[in-house]
T-cell receptor, first 114, second 116 residues
Framework: GENVEQHPSTLSVQEGDSAVIKCTYS??????FPWYKQELGKGPQLIID?????GEKKDQRIAVTLNKTAKHFSLHITETQPEDSAVYFC?????????????FGRGTQLTVWP | DTAVSQTPKYLVTQMGNDKSIKCEQNLGHDTMYWYKQDSKKFLKIMFSYNNKELIINETVPNRFSPKSPDKAHLNLHINSLELGDSAVYFC???????????????FGPGTRLTVT
């Protein structure tokens, strides 16, 4: 099955700096890559996703890039704010797999210091 | 206007007991899921249902039995609870695209289960 690796496991940045979280996947048939943000005591919230037919997607301060050849994708957060502090998860889904199966990375604890 | 809701939010019980967690979604989705998040925050799928039909059944002890009375509800019943069942359980829902496609999954707020 698919194996998703996520790095780093913890990331601390100063407010206003950028943060980058990287994930790799093993199955070249994967075609959907969502990112989730989980705040303390809450459920994961979908913040951005990308499909294999595009290389980059942006939504305000958040962007995701995908390199299908290298089988890795990254989350970029610019102008970080304290409220960006949370655990971020990447995930991948394999084309033709059982409906709805997502394989998650192990998460990155992002802390933004004011 | 809650999209995916779960009850209860917290559940503390003793080993050997039987308990249920309920999940409801008002997004009109046709697929629902149960995930388990362990103490290290790892999210792992347990089950999924599409139009009330079991689609994914991971390697989960048969003490766990999901039930989907309709497309908007997916409940999780756990028999003979063990210490290792302590975790946060998340319900999620999505539309299912055809031919193994995938669509955005939306998660509930979670149920923290503590077995003593």
């Amino acid at each position: 099955g698919e194996n998703v690796e996520q790095h780093p496991s913890t990331l601390s940045v100063q407010e206003g700096d950028s943060a980058v979280i990287k994930c790799t996947y093993s199955d070249s048939a994967s075609n959907y890559f969502p990112w989730y943000k989980q705040e303390l005591g809450k459920g994961p919230q979908l913040i951005i996703d990308i499909r294999s037919n595009v290389g980059e997607k942006k939504d305000q301060r958040i962007a995701v890039t995908l390199n299908k050849t290298a089988k890795h994708f990254s989350l970029h957060i610019t102008e970080t704010q304290p409220e960006d502090s949370a655990v971020y998860f990447c995930a991948a889904s394999t084309r033709g797999s059982t409906l709805g199966r997502l394989y998650f990375g192990r998460g990155t604890q992002l802390t933004v210091w004011p | 206007d809650t999209a995916v809701s779960q009850t209860p939010k917290y559940l503390v019980t003793q080993m050997g007991n039987d308990k249920s967690i309920k999940c409801e979604q008002n997004l009109g989705h046709d697929t629902m899921y149960w995930y388990k998040q362990d103490s290290k925050k790892f999210l792992k799928i347990m089950f999924s249902y599409n139009n009330k039909e079991l689609i994914i059944n991971e390697t989960v002890p048969n003490r766990f039995s999901p039930k989907s009375p309709d497309k908007a509800h997916l409940n999780l019943h756990i028999n003979s609870l063990e210490l290792g069942d302590s975790a946060v359980y998340f319900c999620a829902s999505s539309y299912a695209s055809g031919a193994g496609g995938i669509d955005e999954q939306y998660f509930g707020p979670g149920t923290r289960l503590t077995v003593t």
